[in-house]
């Protein structure tokens, strides 16, 4: 009876052990899609600035493009590097299991592949409306002020008698 009793509690341990390590890989694939959702936030962050460049300032505007994608990039993997680091340390105690981190890369890719994509051109759309609420409002704002500059300008030449500067005969 006793070590049936045993058996039973090293049965429920295995299964306890199974269905942790099974909520820890979960886990695990979902952190790779966070950081692919990461990933194409920096990418759209840094997207105006590394555009193709042609023309006499091209070769400078390469290497600061080059050197801006560089150090995101870093930025990028030093992040991945640290959240996984702390996300192993607290979920499997410190151990390091390359299934924790090969299912890390496979939910960055899944990501990357589905859902992505779909993120991705919500951003350039989200950015499409906001140029075009912002250019709106700047014209909005600009019409009046110009309209107020001109009548001004119209108004001092009628005073002095001068057009653009010039004395009119």
Do not use: W
Request: charged residues 20%; glycine residues 6%; aromatic residues 16%.
């Amino acid at each position: 009876a006793a070590s049936q009793k045993r058996n039973r509690k090293d049965l429920f341990k295995m299964i306890y052990a199974a269905h942790s390590m099974a909520i820890v890989l979960l886990l695990s694939a979902l952190l790779g899609m966070l950081f692919g959702l990461v990933f194409d936030a920096m990418r759209f962050a840094r997207e105006p600035v590394t555009v193709k460049m042609t023309g006499k300032y091209a070769r400078i505007f390469s290497a600061f493009s080059f050197l801006l994608t560089f150090v995101f990039d870093l930025f990028f993997f030093s992040f991945c590097g640290i959240a996984l680091s702390i996300f192993l340390f607290y979920t499997n105690d410190g151990i390091f299991r390359l299934s924790s981190v090969a299912l890390t890369i496979i939910g960055f890719c899944i990501y990357r592949m589905t859902l992505g994509k779909f993120i991705y051109a919500l951003l350039k759309f989200v950015e499409k409306i906001f140029k075009k609420i912002v250019i709106f409002s700047v014209k909005a704002i600009a019409f009046p002020i110009k309209s107020v500059y001109n009548i001004l300008v119209k108004v001092s030449e009628h005073i002095s008698g001068t057009k653009n500067g010039s004395r009119q005969k």
